[in-house]
């Protein structure tokens, strides 16, 4: 019998029916590929690919500055929607290029992977996630424009969707130098191209305190609002706005700055009276939020350095209480920022460093500096060992409450909580795990889904704030070890996402003040204890309506007062009945099913992580135990405000 490899010989092999020979294989000329597979260079063409855009430009003035040859630059958004960023730099080099024949600055907007970042003499260090730079933007860009200024004279050159419009020419003179870049988004490429001035000054903060002394202006033409963002402390600043609104156990972070092996390290840190921990670290001002061997040189070092010094003294002796590295998490705000020649990056989202030098190269350097500030530094080194002290009581504690909550087996449904309506099916991929607000919406939940993939958690009343408690106090709490337990995944160092029972897990509340709140208390908890699930994007906001709009037996639903007073003027008849749903638990279980639970019909918003340090932030001035930050909030926001049930 003939093999398959000499039934196929001679023969032509198809596609799906179609030829597959080497008339197949699509070269794709210049910026084409950046227009046919857009999400591959920018993530994706919703509202984060949009605001990538706006940083793969200020990256490149950043790159800048961090080669000591730029101190200012400036992102304005016009009311035509485009943005324009402008720097004091070196303005990219407009000779001829000895290869391309044509300008460099061309070179730089037309042509993907060119740059001086490439030229180890021209940026030792560079940041930009992908290396791919401004002419991914050239390429998704309606328009786009550049004057570059060097050597006393003004270059320029425009583009239609990546194409020049003409060649690099000379349109002026001036001493000052720099680039100047303007662009809009294609529309064609984006659902969407209105930029958020809040997603850009989140950015824009993070930048200027990864770049010490670096001033960033960010002005909005459309509203006239301004915002300058320049830090002299570096990272230490970074730390104290982070704390703002927490009680700290000393006054000033600890802030320390060193290079060595080509490396350069910056850390900051300081310890507040809380118990969750708050750690960013960076690489090239890329944010790792896998970590990676940085941060495990500082935490092997912060464990080491504090033991020794507590050994020293005596300190933790008398309680016969050995400290270890999870105690030492407690009540910690530190930013850890190095850069490198070469990151390697891994993991899931490729912010991962990998690069084990680096790891011995943190920790040498910070055992060094703390081992010799807590010496000159007593007392902060006894206050920071008596608050660890009180968190390794506390762990002993959360051992024990982790025992009532941790699983038995995968399979043992006899370890899930009462209250849940587990579905039938067992791939994590296919599951979903409503939580629901209250028993009577949990009912209708119940009866309106479909059990082969979707179960339903119904909470009783608010879950624990975790931000004002320990980890032994949070699981002591019923509706958190209920919730814990039904998603299988374990919390704190018992914490393992493959182990997650539901890929898709859905908090589903009423619309109104009492359902936003269980929103963020349950958000709160997932982000001080959970965040993977964040990261990797299994949480979701179910968006039941507000509104049934009945016309006879027509009946329609309206998920805000626009789409209500839309639906009743399109039926602008007599008859019509309005019913605003004040909670879950109103509506029966086909009407629910139909509205929010349906895969077919419903919708979900993904929660979403773009700036771990600024929901930090957040989260503390929403849930934390001063009332002044959150009241100055409210005020700022309530403008913002809709669908407010009074």
């Known amino acids: 019998m003939a093999t398959k490899m000499e039934q196929l010989e001679g023969k032509e092999e198809t596609v799906s029916g179609h030829k597959y020979d080497a008339t197949t294989i699509k070269v794709l000329q210049g910026l084409e590929a950046v227009r046919r597979r857009p999400a591959m260079y920018i993530g994706d063409t919703g509202q984060r690919g949009l605001h990538h855009m706006v940083y793969e430009v200020v990256d490149n ?71 791919v730079g401004v002419s991914v933007v050239n390429a998704l860009s309606e328009w786009c424009w550049v004057e570059v200024s060097r050597d006393g004279n003004v270059y320029r050159q ?40 809040d997603i850009i000054a989140s950015r824009l903060r993070e930048l200027a305190f990864l770049n010490q002394g670096l001033t960033i202006v960010l002005h909005d033409y459309r509203f006239d609002k301004e915002i300058t963002f320049c830090y002299k402390g570096g990272l230490g ?38 118990y969750s921990e708050s750690i960013h670290s960076y690489v090239n001002n890329i944010n790792t939020v896998e970590g990676g061997t940085h941060l495990t040189g500082f935490r092997t070092a912060l464990t080491r350095s ?30 850890i920022s190095v850069k490198v020649r070469e990151p390697q990056f891994e993991g899931q989202t490729k912010t991962k460093l990998g690069n084990s030098e680096v790891k011995g190269i943190v920790e040498n350097i910070t055992n060094e500096y703390l081992g010799s500030f807590f010496e000159e530094n007593p007392s902060v080194g006894k206050k920071i060992i008596d608050k660890l002290v009180q968190a390794a009581s506390a762990r002993e504690a959360a051992r024990k409450a982790k025992e009532l909550t941790r699983r038995k087996t995968a399979l043992d449904s006899a370890a899930l909580p009462g209250k849940l309506a587990d579905c039938s099916m067992t791939d994590p991929e296919s599951c979903e795990l409503y939580i629901v607000e209250g028993d009577s919406a949990g009912g209708s939940a119940k009866q309106g889904r479909d059990r082969r993939f979707q179960a339903i958690l119904p909470l009783r009343g ?55 709140h269980i929103r ?29 709009v009945k016309q006879g037996k027509r009946e329609q639903y309206a998920y805000s007062d626009e789409e ?38 419903r919708t979900l918003l993904k929660i979403t992580l773009d700036d ?7 989260f503390t001035i929403l849930m934390g135990s001063e009332t002044a930050p959150r009241s100055r909030f409210i005020q700022e926001n309530a403008q913002y405000v809709k669908n407010l049930d009074i």
């Not at 042509?111 to 003499?121: E, I, P, R, S, V």
């Not at 624990?464 to 032994?472: C, H, I, Q, S, T």
């Not at 982000?527 to 049934?548: E, H, K, S, T």
């Open 61 to 131: 003035s950043v790159d800048e500055a961090m080669a000591g040859h730029c101190n200012y630059i400036l992102v304005e958004i016009g009311k035509d929607g485009s943005v324009t960023v402008t720097d004091n730099g070196r303005g990219i080099p407009v000779e001829i290029h000895p290869d391309k024949k044509v300008s460099a600055l061309e070179v730089v907007m037309t042509t993907l992977h060119a740059g001086g970042k490439f030229d180890h003499q021209s940026y030792k260090v560079s940041g930009g996630l992908h290396g």
């Open 158 to 197: 425009e583009y239609e969707r990546g194409v020049p419009k003409y060649k690099v020419k000379k349109v002026g003179s001036q001493k000052k130098r720099g680039n100047k870049t303007c662009f809009s988004p294609d529309p064609e490429i984006f659902s969407k191209t209105e930029f958020k001035f």
């Open 237 to 274: 600043s970074f730390v104290e706005y982070l704390n703002e609104n927490k009680t700290t156990l000393f006054k000033k972070p600890i802030h320390f700055k060193k290079s060595k092996e080509d490396v350069e390290v910056e850390i900051a840190l300081q310890y507040n009276d809380g």
């Open 306 to 335: 504090i033991n020794n010094y507590a050994s020293k003294n005596n300190l933790v002796k008398k309680n016969g209480i050995t400290l270890v590295g999870d105690d030492s998490k407690e009540g910690l705000t530190a930013v």
């Open 462 to 516: 608010k879950i624990l704030n975790v931000e004002k408690a320990r980890l032994d106090k949070i699981l002591s709490n019923n509706e958190v070890r209920a919730l814990i337990t039904a998603m299988g995944c374990g919390v704190g160092d018992d914490f393992d996402v493959s182990r997650l029972r539901y890929h898709k897990i859905i908090i589903m509340t009423d619309a109104d003040i009492d359902g936003a």
């Open 520 to 548: 963020t208390l349950i958000l709160t908890f997932f982000f001080r204890y959970m965040r993977d699930l964040i990261d990797r994007g299994y949480v979701y906001i179910a968006q039941p309506p507000l509104y049934r």
């Open 564 to 601: 209500k007073d839309q639906l009743v003027k399109q039926l602008s008849a007599t008859n019509v009945s309005i019913q605003r749903y004040k909670g879950l638990g109103e509506m029966n279980p086909d009407q629910l099913w139909k509205t929010t639970m349906d895969p077919e019909t």
């Open 612 to 618: 771990g340090a600024e929901a930090d932030h957040l």
